[in-house]
């Protein structure tokens, strides 16, 4: 297990981490019984902008 192993390893494997990663992003905010909670999310900044 020397350098080269790791820079390998990484360069395949870390592109298919990235890649699941992106994609479980996407699933998470398109999930639908999350919807509700980023309704109120983008609501509640447009409530409390005149206040400090």
């Not at 996407?26 to 447009?46: C, G, T």
């Amino acid at each position: 297990m020397d350098h080269e192993f790791w820079v390998v390893f990484s360069k395949s494997w870390g592109l298919f981490y990235l890649i699941a990663m992106a994609v479980a992003v996407v699933i998470y905010a398109f999930w639908p019984s999350n919807r509700r909670r980023f309704d109120k999310a983008k609501h509640s900044v447009l409530e409390r902008e005149d206040e400090p």
